[in-house]
């Protein structure tokens, strides 16, 4: 019996810590070193100017999603998809938008996506 607790405890926490669910889509297969957690990685939305400064590579897709009921908001998507683009070695994030679907009952699901760049070295 207390076997069967724990584990519907442990359970319970698991859920409950999944507040967010997460894709990344490699367009490549080279692989770049993840950045420190103090690298900031800038986010351009699909309406801003691309950076012009450097020319970059796509290197993938980022997709973040998660219901508005579990405390998730588009700022918790932002986040997190920048640590997945820091993971990646990733230096922005391009066409980025977040959807927001409205379900009946009042809970929202929202999606964050955004295409993950790699300046090209400056010579």
Do not use: W
């Not at 800038?42 to 993938?60: C, D, E, F, L, W």
């Amino acid at each position: 019996m207390r076997k069967r607790i724990l584990l519907l405890g442990l359970l319970i926490l698991g859920l409950a810590g999944c507040a967010t669910s997460s894709n990344y889509i490699n367009y490549t297969d080279q692989r770049f070193p993840p950045k420190d957690d103090y690298y900031v990685v800038n986010v351009y939305s699909q309406a801003q100017p691309q950076p012009a400064s450097n020319p970059y590579y796509v290197i993938g897709k980022v997709s973040v999603e998660g219901f508005a009921s579990n405390g998730v908001s588009p700022e918790t998507l932002t986040s997190q998809a920048r640590k997945i683009a820091r993971k990646r070695g990733a230096d922005a994030i391009i066409n980025a938008s977040t959807l927001v679907f409205r379900y009946y009952g009042g809970d929202a699901l929202l999606r964050f996506k955004g295409e993950l760049i790699v300046y090209a070295p400056v010579k």
